[in-house]
């Protein structure tokens, strides 16, 4: 195993503060606003009518489990888009 040391990141008297909504993806306190793209908006709307159809299927039948997998594969193409929304849109260096 390697030790190694860790630095302090240096202070700064610059801070922010992200105001996570339903409407607005993101409103940072220097004003900008960060809306949801129409992908994750029509993402979302296709997740919810699939998970609405998987629900209407009868326990262990075969169209609930091409519905099951129609939901799975749904996550697995999307996973969580709004994690690399805000990754690539709001600057680290702004908090430092």
Do not use: W
């Not at 900008?32 to 209407?56: G, M, P, V």
Request: zero cysteines; hydrophobic letters at 25%; glycine letters at 6%.
């Amino acid at each position: 195993m390697v030790e190694t040391e860790i630095e302090p990141l240096p202070r700064s008297e610059n801070k922010i503060g992200v105001d996570l909504g339903l409407k607005d993806f993101a409103i940072p306190s220097t004003g900008d606003l960060i809306t949801y793209f129409k992908h994750l908006r029509r993402s979302e709307k296709r997740l919810a009518r699939l998970q609405r159809e998987l629900s209407r299927k009868q326990k262990g039948s075969r169209n609930r489990d091409k519905a099951r997998l129609k939901v799975a594969r749904h996550h697995e193409k999307n996973g969580k888009p709004e994690k690399g929304l805000f990754t690539q849109r709001v600057d680290p260096d702004d908090s430092r």
